[in-house]
């Protein structure tokens, strides 16, 4: 059983009960033995994050506001993950650190996941930009047993695995990034899939343009990697806003064979309209839809049909019914264009389509299975 140690830094603006609660469900339900520290100073801070990595454990620390424990995140290096309960952009960690923020308390059961989750299995995290948020982490399924078999010409099979490559979503804000993803990405590697989890620069503060170009230009580097893959099998998944990201590069041109839409917002027009997400999509965009027609014509996956590549659009029933109207309407109108498409329609809320315990996700995955197969 891994070990987790949740530290909180002294002076944080949190009820202690509170984070108990939440840090212990989390505990549970990762089935973890987990600890809560209330550091007295900074210097206890600093003993516990030195515990991370350390026969496996895993550690996320909340410094809080004072300056001698916020020092601790740009100087400690390993594989701690801080968390700020409060927006905190541009804050620096030290190497193979991760810094999550502005998800308040419920920040706390995220940051757990990542810490007990990126201690599970090897990624390797491969730049395709020098901004900081520029990466993706590529993880690699295990090596079969026996080799590949020749074929009916005498050529080997090709080794390399398929691979998913994951959007994530987060209404396009900066304070979501690509852990909400870990738990997926660690689903499928165990299926057999080459999985890359790939971050974007985030329109609120880089702009819609650099968001686009990113997730275009990661989706790219996968030709680059040096690494086992088989680029004629590549599912691009999305979640959410992610969805909305990952179709519209397979309407661009991605090398994609399959595009999984889960619990997409695809129809941007009608989400502004409606306000989802506390405007969420103008926010993304710099402009209403009224007065950037064109750019909502680029942007949504509705108003770029045919895509021409295989969908997968996967809803669950107890989500926003704006989203299962989305979802309902985007699968007609893609196959009355001509695309080949499957809607999947279960149980399940917003989150459900990205926890590999739900039944949604299972049928999913396995989907995704058969269509590379």
Known sequence: MRDAVVVVGPGLVADPALLGEAAEREFAALGVRGTIVHARDAAEVRSCTARAGDSGTAVVAVPGPTPQARELMGRAAGPVVWLDLVRADDTEVGEGAVHLHGRGVEGLAWAIR?????????RRRVPYGEHRDQWADLYLPALPADPPAADSAGMAASAGAPVAALVHGGNWRSVWAADLMDALALDLVDRGFAVWNLEYRR???????????DVAAGLNALADVDAPVDLDRVAVVGHSAGAQLALRAAADGARVSLAVSLAGILDLVEADRRWLGSGAVAAALGARTDAGSRLYGTASPLLRLPLKVRQLVVQGSGDEL????????YARAAREAGDEVTYLEMSGDHFAVIDPRAPIWRTTALAITETLR
């Open 203 to 213: 329109p609120d503060p880089h702009g819609w343009q650099a968001t686009t170009d």
């Open 322 to 329: 704006d989203l299962v109207d989305f979802g309902r309407r």
């Open 114 to 122: 990542h810490a007990v989750h990126r201690l599970s299995h090897p």
